[in-house]
């Protein structure tokens, strides 16, 4: 019985994985897009905006 149970969660597991992938994929595309907006508008060398921009990107 043990085995029956890992097998299906594994199985479980695998598909939720799948399911994220196909999600965060196009999502991440999205986010590097955003983030070389980003870049552009602020200033390289200051930390305040950069943590503000990755606080902005990660909305």
Known sequence: ???MET???FYVM?????LTI?????ETERRKERINQALK????N?????AHFW???WR
């Open 46 to 50: 200051s930390t305040e905006s950069k």
């Open 7 to 9: 097998a299906s969660w």
């Open 22 to 26: 196909l999600v965060i994929m196009p």
């Open 55 to 57: 606080m902005w990107s």
């Open 14 to 18: 695998s598909c939720v994985w799948g």
């Open 41 to 44: 508008k602020t200033p390289k």
């Open 1 to 3: 019985m043990p085995q």
